[in-house]
């Protein structure tokens, strides 16, 4: 199983990104994706979520600026981001989880917002 992270980078506040996440080795149409964070010295908070179904689940602080998709042709999951903040500044993982409870993370990608 591997995950490859990519899309992160520094952009200016109010400013849009788009991180994607390629997927290999595993099954994916049937599982569950998410997107986490982790900003310096705090916890890796989950970001969004998105079922084998295409229903979606937001933490309230990214809630109408952030959207999770699929492409399970492609086997690919996407985070895209617009009016970010500082406060958005972290590390970006993304996790695919299997219906029997296993969990896969990929490597992360950097996200620097400036005010």
């Known amino acids: 199983v591997q995950l490859q992270a990519s899309g992160g980078g520094m952009v200016q506040a109010g400013g849009s990104l788009r991180l994607s996440c390629a997927a290999s080795g595993i099954n994916f149409s049937i599982n569950t994706l998410d997107w986490y964070r982790q900003a310096p010295g705090k916890q890796r908070d989950m970001v969004g979520t998105?079922?084998?179904?295409?229903?979606?689940n937001y933490a309230d602080s990214v809630k109408g600026r952030f959207t999770v998709s699929r492409d399970n042709a492609k086997r690919r999951m996407y985070l895209q981001m617009n009016s970010l903040k500082p406060e958005d500044t972290a590390i970006y993982f993304c996790r695919v989880g299997y219906p029997d409870g296993r969990i896969y993370w990929g490597q992360g990608t950097q996200v620097t917002v400036s005010s």
């Open positions: 998105i079922t084998s179904s295409g229903a979606t």
